[in-house]
């Protein structure tokens, strides 16, 4: 069979997608194949009743990297959503993350200097806890009884699908306090959602470029590899080698969506349900991304969840069963030399939208300065 492409692309998720037009960009002939129905991958984003819904789950571009975000603006404009979540325990609302408007909810102080003071009382009880065993013990050291019984046992412990005493301590290293009246969730210089959704900004991404849904790499392998030159495979690194190694476990999320003939639900985009009693962690009302005027609202209970064959796989877990096993997977990946291995399913990696771009660009990059 005659080789028609410079590179097969597996995978029209970010990382496939920014590969395919920077190696089309550098005259290279590109096919991208996915075996969903859609492109996008996971930042895929679906119009329902004029809202552009975030499928596979909340997604708020944000990164300090200034090449990254000049890159993606390029492509579509971003608006001005700054993600603020607001927490919910039995009914009684707070702002997020810790800052001077959560110490009023919680205590009523005003000032800084009130709002340290309260918290180092707080904190006093479990001064004599020198060496934390458990994430309890962690936080009650770090932010005292309120903090954690309000706004982080129950939410950590659905994430994690067991009592806050069986959790590790190192996943809470610090609380971060902010002493100003600022519900900015994240640090970052830039943020934003895409004007009309992300699967935009891959539909430019991957604009001229030949692009096959529905079709399952594995299921026509042979095929389609005797068409390019290259493969840059971004499904799952232990499937491609058959799991013959055991499978990389991820931690997963079930969805409940429902439509809601109401213009305004929660009146914000994330609101995260922190009691224990509440099964979901959180609820999206997607049409506040975009500050959305439609007549109706679309909203998606959050439940966390754990891994099986069914679900989609979301969180890589980073214990060392795992990275161990990653590490055989790698040793095969290297000995591959018409395959490049990319993105958060075949690097077992958990990357935010801005850092799989770097690394698409970077891989991009290496691969052609070599060459
Ligand atoms: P993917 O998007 O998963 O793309 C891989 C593609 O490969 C998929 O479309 C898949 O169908 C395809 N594929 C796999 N196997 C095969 C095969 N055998 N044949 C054909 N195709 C195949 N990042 C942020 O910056 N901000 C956020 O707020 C944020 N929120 C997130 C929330 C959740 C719940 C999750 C899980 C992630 C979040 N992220 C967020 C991270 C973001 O989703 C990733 O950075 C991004 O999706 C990674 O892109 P990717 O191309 O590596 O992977």
């Excluded at 993600?83 to 009023?104: E, H, I, Q």
């Excluded at 000032?111 to 934390?132: G, L, M, S």
């Excluded at 030949?210 to 690194?237: D, P």
Aim: contains cysteine.
């Amino acid at each position: 069979m005659e080789i028609k492409y410079d590179y097969l692309i597996v995978g029209a998720g970010l990382f496939g997608s920014v590969f395919a037009h920077e190696a089309t960009k550098r005259g290279k002939k590109c096919l991208v194949i996915d075996k969903r129905k859609h492109i996008a991958g996971n930042i895929y984003t679906e119009n329902i009743e004029g809202i552009n819904v975030h499928k596979y789950g909340a997604h708020i571009f944000h990164t300090s990297n200034k090449e990254v975000w000049d890159y993606v603006n390029t492509f579509v404009e971003f608006n001005r959503f700054t993600n603020s979540p607001v927490a919910n325990y039995k009914g009684k609302l707070y702002n997020l993350p810790f800052n001077m408007n959560t110490f009023y909810q919680l205590w009523g102080v005003k000032t800084p200097q009130e709002a340290q003071a309260k918290i180092d009382e707080q904190r006093v009880e479990y001064a004599h806890i020198t060496e934390p065993q458990n994430l309890e013990e962690q936080a009650l050291v770090l932010g005292g009884r309120d903090i954690y019984e309000k706004l982080i046992k129950g939410y950590t412990e659905k994430q994690w699908g067991r009592p806050a005493t069986e959790i590790p301590a190192f996943i809470i290293r610090r609380l971060p306090f902010r002493f100003t009246f600022d519900n900015n969730y994240f640090n970052d210089t830039y943020q934003g959602i895409p004007i009309g959704g992300y699967t935009k900004l891959v539909e430019k991404l991957l604009e001229g470029i030949e692009v096959r849904t529905r079709t399952n790499y594995f299921e026509h392998k042979s095929e389609l590899e005797q068409l390019a030159e290259k493969v840059i495979f971004t499904g799952k690194i232990d499937e491609y080698f058959g799991y013959q190694f055991g499978k990389l476990e991820y931690r997963s999320l079930h969805f409940e969506n429902e439509l809601l003939e109401t213009p305004n639900f929660q009146g914000n985009a994330v609101v995260n349900y922190t009691n224990r009693e509440v099964p979901y962690t959180r609820i999206i009302e997607h049409k506040h991304f975009e500050f959305g005027t439609q007549e109706k609202t679309y909203i998606t209970r959050e439940y966390p969840h754990e891994f099986s064959k069914d679900n989609e796989s979301y969180y890589p877990i980073n214990d060392d069963k795992n990275q161990t096993l990653l590490k055989q997977y790698q040793q095969l990946a290297n000995k591959q030399q018409h395959v490049i291995f990319g993105g958060r399913l075949a690097e077992y990696k958990y990357y935010d939208m801005h850092q799989v771009i770097d690394a698409a660009l970077s891989k991009l990059n290496e691969i052609f300065k070599k060459s």
